[in-house]
């Protein structure tokens, strides 16, 4: 990008002031650096410890209707929030919030947080924008129903994108821990289980990633009133399988992978069975063909988000 192109940029941020749920979080704090050069307003009931020159916090509580004078002045909403301690009470938080929002005239784009885990369990070898939503457990219901209830209730002149984000990797996150430890600190376990889960698929995206791709969606020309975009580094070597995950891991931190052969993929077939997670012996990928045709750029590799947070590891082991 040209010094001219990164100057419209920059000037076209400043121009929409961001309404933030959720930028405490894991995503939200990366998507706070991301929009450095916006005029960003924290939304939330807890203030974060520390604000940048863009940024404003203003206590929001969604537990009730969300008073109207927390989102005026903002031109768009970026709603990651969500309440792990009360489950389905957050289908109740997003009515309160599409209230709101459907009130105040000057928001003219939402951007929406799902999960890939609205797909559930499925067979599918590849699986998209348009693949069947059936899922399972109380996480994947719940953000299946608000992204429903944002389709459905949004008004007519609002603009909507719902991102899917597979597995969310980073700095800071602890789902690539028992994997790490698996990798770094159990000589015995670990070869073992790279032998076992060999050919299991995995779904990571780097977090830096993530935000990128909220960051791509503000800056573009929406094509269609509702748009919906799978998040994922499905096109990134390190996702091709269990092993090939965890000989990364054992690079990024100057080791030599683990020696071992690779089991059938029939026997996750019959782990899958046994375990009750039939899907496991399945070659999948959740594909991001769609935002990447739509010129999205990934940010940072996977190899490079997987270095990062092994380093941070080892650092505090």
């Not at 026997?267 to 899907?279: E, H, I, S």
Request: proline fraction near 5%.
């Amino acid at each position: 990008m040209s010094l001219r192109e990164k100057l419209r940029e920059k000037a076209a941020y400043r121009v929409t002031t961001v309404l933030l749920t959720g930028g405490t979080g894991f995503i939200g704090s990366h998507l706070r650096q991301a929009l450095q050069c916006r005029e960003v307003v924290l939304l939330g009931r807890k203030k974060p410890v520390a604000l940048g020159d863009n940024e404003r916090w203003c206590y929001m509580d969604m537990a009730a209707p969300v008073p109207l004078e927390k989102l005026e002045g903002g031109e768009v909403l970026c709603h990651l929030a969500y309440s792990w301690t009360d489950g389905r009470k957050n289908i109740a938080y997003e009515q309160h919030l599409l209230e709101a929002v459907n009130a105040v005239r000057s928001i003219k784009r939402v951007v929406l947080m799902s999960s890939a885990a609205v797909y559930g369990v499925t067979r599918s070898p590849v699986i998209d924008e348009e693949g069947p939503r059936k899922p399972v457990g109380e996480y994947g219901e719940a953000k299946l129903a608000c992204e429903v209830m944002w389709q459905e209730g949004l008004r007519d002149d609002c603009l909507l994108t719902i991102l899917r984000p597979t597995t969310v990797i980073g700095p800071g996150d602890v789902k690539l821990l028992p994997f790490i430890q698996d990798a770094l600190r159990r000589p015995i376990i670990g070869p073992i289980k790279r032998s076992i889960l060999y050919h299991r698929s995995v779904h990571y995206v780097a977090v830096s990633n993530v935000a990128a791709a909220v960051r791509f969606c503000l800056a573009r020309p929406q094509a269609s009133r509702q748009e919906t975009y799978v998040v994922s580094d499905y096109h990134q070597p390190e996702n091709k399988n269990y092993a090939s995950m965890q000989d990364v891991m054992r690079v990024a931190s100057g080791r030599r992978p683990f020696p071992g052969i690779a089991m059938p993929r029939w026997m996750l077939a019959v782990l899958g069975k046994v375990t009750g997670r039939p899907a496991l012996g399945v070659k999948q990928v959740f594909s991001s063909r769609k935002l990447h045709d739509a010129g999205f750029e990934d940010a940072i590799s996977l190899y490079d988000e997987v270095r990062r947070v092994v380093e941070s590891f080892e650092r505090s082991a």
